[in-house]
């Protein structure tokens, strides 16, 4: 079965310091990797998401995440916060299987507190 | 405006006492699902369906129904809430017929209580 680790429950930053939120998964099949933001008082948001292909992945605001398949990570990193980042951070995992349905498994999620 | 509709946002309640929080959606998804989210468990997955008329348990399925009569609707019904039952809720979506590769658009969570 796959799991999600996050093992930050929370990462305060200065505006403008880079960041990075970890991700490890266990999984005995190839899988599909997200990350979701969840801002205040809202639903989650997809991030960005990793299928195939480079495994280096991005979204608009400037975050990004690498694929690791042999350390089994996706760690997300921006290199400069800003205040409206701070968010709660979800990873995700979804395992690769034809026909049925795939559960997509979430960590426990990271709050990161950007402050001045 | 494509969205996930919950509703109600907040609702108090007394222990036993069956309520239905609603859930709509209004781009033709075939997936829907229904997950809690509470502090230092993350989001665990309730119920999800398939497709009208499938749906299936996800991890925490106790002590909750659903029903999928319509695409667009799927409600999450409590028959005998507990205090254990307290917690955020959040109903998502998704195009096609699994979550494999396809995002999923959340609605925007029901903070139910149960005294």
């Known amino acids: 079965a796959q799991s999600v680790t996050q093992l930050d429950s929370q990462v305060p930053v200065f505006e403008e310091a880079p960041v990075e939120l970890r991700c490890n998964y266990s999984s005995s099949v190839s899988v599909y990797l997200f990350w979701y933001v969840q801002y205040p008082n809202q639903g989650l948001q997809l991030l960005l998401k990793?299928?195939?292909?480079?495994?280096l992945v991005e979204s608009i605001n400037g975050f990004e995440a690498e694929f690791n398949k042999s350390q089994t990570s996706f760690h997300l990193r921006k290199p400069s916060v800003h205040i409206s980042d701070t968010a709660e951070y979800f990873c995700?995992?979804?395992?690769?299987?034809?026909?049925?349905?795939?559960?997509?498994?979430f960590g426990t999620g990271t709050r990161l507190q950007v402050t001045l | 405006e494509a969205q996930v509709t919950q509703n109600p946002r907040y609702l108090i309640t007394v222990t036993g006492k069956k309520l239905t929080v609603t859930c709509s959606q209004n781009m033709n998804h075939e997936y829907m699902s229904w997950y809690r989210q509470d502090p230092g468990l993350g989001l665990r997955q309730i119920y999800y369906s398939m497709n009208v008329e499938v749906t299936d348990k996800g991890d925490v399925p106790e002590g909750y129904k659903v029903s999928r009569k319509e695409k667009r609707n799927f409600p999450l019904i409590l028959e005998s809430p507990s205090p254990n039952q307290t917690s955020l809720y959040f109903c998502?979506?998704?195009?096609?017929?699994?979550?494999?590769?396809?995002?999923?658009?959340f609605g925007n969570g029901t903070r139910l209580t149960v005294t």
């Open positions: 998502a979506s998704s195009p096609i017929g699994t979550a494999n590769n396809s995002p999923l658009h």
């Open positions: 995700a995992v979804s395992e690769i299987t034809s026909g049925t349905a795939s559960k997509l498994t």
């Open positions: 990793y299928l195939s292909g480079s495994t």
